[in-house]
């Protein structure tokens, strides 16, 4: 006849068991944001996805052809200034730069050359009289548009970027470890509390499944409302990266949820084979 | 065939995860429940109802054959429709120096591109406060460089066309805040756009028109 487990012990086998889901998650979640948000490829790949560069150089003509009015230029200077491959080499430099938490100082020396001949031209077909305040006044609006440019290209907060990533790896460093070593704890005490090694794996498979579900809960229920994508923040093209950017990243709390659940499907196969072999 | 005790032992394998997620999050619950309406603030301040659309719709409420540009001498303030951001709501008109354009609510650079805006924290016409037009010098204001005083500016709504004669041009700094003043007690239409006319590169003068309002149907129910 089976021995009957005590009720106190099925107690406490639950609180472990929950506590190992509790440090399967805080560890799930930690992995994911270091993965997910932080992770430099991503960022990169979100705006490769999202057409960024593109983006920053149709806003900025945009942005720029409202200037041109009070100028008494008109659009067809802006021809050729800002070209896709220039926009994404400098981009990116600028980029990498930041997530490596190093300065970068975006050339626009190509930008304001073509830039004023293009209006010099505009001049001469127009008979516009050139005189030395007019030539100021030409040199003062390239700064300017080549300003509104470097502010279009970079990204904004990207300079915490660096520095938050080193934060959470310290953080790592220690809890990661910390996390294992308490689950692991967790499971040999399971296994010391039951009789039968397929009841304490059946604990163990309860706080498997938990965690997978307590790490995709929430990011499932933002991926579905799509809630992240009425973030109020401007412009267009950097919405459009950040939502792309914080989809993918939510996807890998998913990703991390979906191992624990695999890891839950093995264990329980596992409980089925050592009931199978008991059987026998 | 499976048997109750079977049964449980794979429901169990379902209840006891939604179990311990539901006590899981109810801790976190607790934990965070000082710093959770917090959060949930500036979540609404960050966020919208809907998507962001990112585009000043410019839209019109304008109707230049309504019934109530009919000479009338008094509105009831509740039968004007009120005008959103960028949307078209008059026409600003002086036939002498050929300016005709259309008259926004709001005064960004898309309502700018379109014709002449006005900064919202100014008043309607008809509502006995003054009124700050601005459209760029090249194209809705270009024919203010000839203005003159004495001209004749007409203001065309929905609710009735009210028409100001300039008294005063000035030309100031853009940064001149005497130039205007938008806390008097009287209805004073105030035009202005960059300085010189005909003149490429940046400029930090702008010029002023005043005009004082000559006829036009007064607003009942005003307080």
Same mark, same amino acid.
Request: with cysteine; proline share 3%; net charge neutral.
């Given at each position: 006849?089976?021995?009957?487990?005590?009720?106190?012990?099925?107690?406490?086998?639950?609180?472990?068991?929950?506590?190992?889901?509790?440090?399967?998650?805080?560890?799930?979640?930690?992995?994911?944001?270091?993965?997910?948000?932080?992770?430099?490829?991503?960022?990169?790949?979100?705006?490769?996805?999202?057409?960024?560069?593109?983006?920053?150089?149709?806003?900025?003509?945009?942005?720029?052809?409202?200037? *041109?009015?009070?100028?008494? *230029?008109? @659009?067809?200077?802006?021809?050729?200034?800002?070209?896709?491959?220039?926009?994404?080499?400098?981009?990116?430099? *600028?980029?990498?730069?930041?997530?490596?938490?190093?300065?970068?100082?975006?050339?626009?020396?190509?930008?304001?050359?073509?830039?004023?001949?293009?209006?010099?031209?505009?001049? @001469?077909?127009?008979?516009?009289?050139?005189?030395?305040?007019?030539?100021?006044?030409?040199?003062?609006?390239?700064?300017?548009?080549? @300003?509104?440019?470097?502010?279009?290209? %970079?990204?904004?907060?990207?300079?915490?970027?660096?520095?938050?990533?080193?934060?959470?790896?310290?953080?790592?460093?220690?809890?990661?470890?910390?996390?294992?070593?308490?689950?692991?704890?967790?499971?040999?005490?399971? &296994?010391?509390?039951?009789?039968?090694?397929?009841?304490?794996?059946?604990?163990?498979?309860?706080?498997?499944?938990? %965690?997978?579900?307590?790490? @995709?809960?929430?990011?499932?229920?933002?991926?579905?409302?799509?809630?992240? %994508?009425?973030?109020?923040?401007?412009? &267009?093209?950097?919405?459009?990266?950040? %939502?792309?950017?914080?989809?993918?990243?939510?996807?890998?709390? #998913?990703?991390?949820? #979906?191992?624990? *659940?695999?890891?839950?499907?093995?264990? #329980?196969?596992?409980?089925?084979? #050592?009931?199978?072999?008991?059987?026998? | 065939?499976?048997?109750?005790?079977?049964?449980?032992?794979?429901?169990?394998?379902?209840?006891?995860?939604?179990?311990?997620?539901?006590?899981?999050?109810?801790?976190?619950?607790?934990?965070?429940?000082?710093?959770?309406? +917090?959060?949930?603030?500036?979540?609404?301040?960050?966020?919208?109802?809907?998507?962001?659309?990112?585009? +000043?719709?410019?839209?019109?409420?304008?109707?230049? =054959?309504?019934?109530?540009?009919?000479?009338?001498?008094?509105?009831?303030?509740?039968?004007?429709?009120?005008?959103?951001?960028?949307?078209?709501?008059?026409?600003?008109?002086?036939?002498?120096?050929?300016? $005709?354009?259309?008259?926004?609510? /709001? $005064?960004?650079?898309?309502?700018?591109? !379109? /014709?002449? /805006?006005?900064?919202? /924290?100014?008043?309607?016409?008809?509502?006995?406060?003054?009124?700050?037009?601005?459209?760029?010098?090249?194209?809705?204001?270009?024919?203010?460089?000839?203005?003159?005083?004495?001209?004749?500016?007409?203001?065309?709504? !929905?609710?009735?066309?009210?028409?100001?004669?300039?008294?005063?041009?000035?030309?100031?700094?853009?940064?001149?805040?005497?130039?205007? $003043?938008?806390? =008097? !007690?009287?209805? =004073?239409?105030?035009?202005? +756009?960059?300085?010189?006319?005909?003149?490429?590169?940046? +400029?930090?003068?702008?010029?002023?028109?005043?005009?004082?309002?000559?006829?036009?149907?007064?607003?009942?129910?005003?307080?």
């Amino acid at each position: 006849m089976a021995k009957k487990i005590k009720p106190t012990v099925n107690v406490f086998s639950i609180l472990i068991a929950f506590l190992l889901s509790v440090f399967l998650s805080i560890l799930c979640l930690l992995l994911g944001t270091y993965f997910g948000l932080f992770n430099k490829a991503l960022l990169s790949d979100a705006m490769n996805k999202s057409a960024y560069y593109e983006s920053v150089n149709s806003y900025t003509v945009e942005e720029v052809s409202d200037l *041109l009015i009070p100028q008494g *230029l008109d @659009s067809s200077v802006l021809d050729n200034v800002f070209t896709l491959q220039t926009t994404y080499t400098e981009g990116k430099a *600028l980029l990498d730069a930041n997530l490596n938490g190093q300065g970068y100082t975006v050339s626009t020396d190509n930008i304001q050359e073509k830039l004023r001949n293009n209006i010099i031209d505009y001049t @001469s077909k127009h008979n516009l009289a050139m005189n030395s305040t007019i030539s100021d006044n030409i040199t003062y609006f390239s700064n300017q548009v080549c @300003s509104i440019y470097v502010q279009n290209l %970079t990204v904004p907060f990207l300079s915490y970027f660096a520095g938050i990533r080193k934060m959470l790896f310290q953080v790592m460093i220690i809890a990661i470890p910390v996390l294992t070593l308490l689950s692991v704890g967790c499971i040999l005490l399971l &296994i010391k509390l039951q009789n039968w090694l397929h009841r304490a794996l059946r604990m163990i498979a309860y706080s498997f499944s938990a %965690t997978a579900l307590m790490v @995709s809960l929430l990011p499932c229920y933002l991926l579905i409302t799509r809630t992240y %994508t009425k973030i109020n923040i401007s412009p &267009i093209y950097f919405h459009k990266l950040l %939502t792309r950017y914080i989809g993918q990243s939510l996807m890998m709390y #998913i990703y991390s949820s #979906i191992v624990m *659940l695999a890891i839950a499907l093995f264990v #329980i196969a596992a409980i089925y084979q #050592i009931k199978k072999r008991l059987m026998h | 065939m499976v048997s109750k005790s079977q049964w449980k032992r794979i429901l169990a394998y379902f209840y006891m995860p939604v179990f311990f997620t539901i006590i899981g999050y109810i801790i976190i619950y607790i934990i965070c429940l000082p710093v959770i309406s +917090t959060f949930l603030s500036i979540g609404s301040l960050v966020t919208g109802q809907d998507s962001s659309t990112f585009q +000043t719709n410019i839209t019109s409420i304008y109707d230049d =054959q309504s019934p109530l540009l009919q000479s009338q001498k008094s509105v009831p303030l509740s039968s004007i429709e009120m005008p959103s951001f960028g949307s078209q709501y008059a026409q600003v008109s002086c036939q002498r120096i050929g300016l $005709d354009a259309p008259l926004y609510w /709001g $005064d960004n650079s898309t309502i700018l591109r !379109n /014709g002449a /805006g006005q900064y919202i /924290g100014s008043s309607l016409p008809g509502f006995e406060r003054p009124i700050l037009l601005c459209g760029h010098n090249v194209t809705a204001f270009l024919p203010l460089q000839s203005i003159e005083i004495g001209d004749q500016v007409s203001i065309s709504t !929905n609710y009735g066309t009210y028409t100001y004669e300039v008294v005063e041009t000035r030309v100031a700094d853009m940064n001149d805040t005497s130039a205007y $003043d938008l806390s =008097q !007690n009287k209805e =004073q239409l105030i035009m202005y +756009t960059c300085y010189p006319f005909a003149f490429m590169g940046v +400029t930090t003068q702008r010029l002023f028109i005043y005009g004082d309002r000559i006829s036009g149907p007064d607003i009942t129910g005003l307080d």
